[in-house]
């Protein structure tokens, strides 16, 4: 008569299961984090342009990532870069920068389509876990140069991370400093601190002009809004708030959509010289043509803003 035996052998061993919970604790812990390196092509690419050199063309434009769908977001893309070619942009900075699957990494898709420099740094997921990400972006016509970077405090929760991207750009009359960011959408409180932990690390790491932009989803008669329009220049202050709107646009394939709150900024602050403004002016602020009907760029609005360093 045979004896039954007992297995030695457990589906899933104790080591196996220890394994397992490692490795799922490695991915909660990296599926979403800043990155930790700038990534980009900085110098070779300094581009002739139309406009008189001492003229210094800044735009400033959340993309819209588009996760999980991501519609449109090759035509989008196709957009963006046209009309950066048309407006013979110097500076472009942009915010929801996506990696994926589909598009590879738009930064560079977008930099390569302009044949311009850039600078991007991602602020959440992490395309090696999730196969997306979406971050910051600087592309520029001139070299750049000292690129750095930071996560601003205190953070709205575990898996959100809000960044700043920052670089120096060789511009024809002189370096200026360049800033990129984008606070957050939630707690208006946390949004306050990683204000204030931005105006500090700019004033802490600039030395020269500073461009500091971005999509800081803060109205203006918020406090902290209130507080670097005190300390830095609001390019876009000065003229009517109906014309300086920014956002959303809730559907992108309509033919007409009017923005009801202003939450992105281009703020400026001097150095030894002085960033004057010669012009503002909205831009992506209308839909473009494509074969299936209208298309908007972004469910943002673009800023674009003319400047002139004087001593």
Request: with cysteine; hydrophobic share 45%; glycine share 6%.
């Amino acid at each position: 008569m045979k004896r039954s035996q007992t297995s030695r052998h457990p589906i899933l061993s104790i080591g196996a299961l220890v394994a397992l919970v490692a490795l799922l604790a490695l991915w909660v812990l990296n599926v979403s984090r800043p990155g930790s390196r700038v990534e980009g092509r900085l110098d070779g690419c300094v581009a002739p342009r139309s406009a008189e050199d001492h003229v210094l063309r800044v735009i400033s434009f959340n993309m819209l990532h588009g996760i999980p769908q991501f519609t449109d977001l090759r035509e989008r893309l196709e957009i963006i870069a046209a009309e950066i070619d048309r407006l013979d942009a110097d500076i472009v900075i942009l915010q929801e920068v996506p990696w994926t699957v589909k598009t590879g990494a738009a930064a560079q898709d977008l930099a390569e389509r302009t044949g311009i420099n850039y600078a991007y740094l991602r602020s959440n997921a992490n395309r090696w876990a999730l196969l997306f990400e979406e971050g910051e972006a600087i592309l520029s016509r001139y070299p750049l140069s000292d690129p750095g970077f930071a996560e601003l405090q205190p953070r709205a929760g575990f898996f959100e991370h809000r960044v700043v991207l920052h670089v120096t750009a060789a511009t024809p009359g002189g370096d200026v400093d360049v800033y990129g960011t984008h606070l957050t959408n939630g707690d208006p409180n946390v949004n306050l601190g990683q204000a204030r932990a931005l105006a500090d690390l700019v004033e802490q790491s600039r030395s020269a002009p500073a461009v500091i932009v971005g999509d800081f989803n803060a109205r203006p008669d918020s406090p902290q809004i209130q507080a670097l329009q005190e300390r830095w220049l609001d390019a876009f202050a000065e003229i009517e708030p109906a014309d300086a709107y920014t956002c959303c646009i809730d559907d992108l394939t309509v033919e007409e959509a009017i923005p009801t709150k202003r939450i992105d900024y281009v703020f400026l602050a001097a150095g030894d010289k002085t960033l004057d403004v010669v012009a503002v002016q909205r831009v992506f602020d209308r839909p473009f043509t494509v074969p299936q009907g209208w298309q908007w760029a972004s469910d943002h609005i673009g800023l674009m803003v003319d400047l002139i360093l004087e001593p």
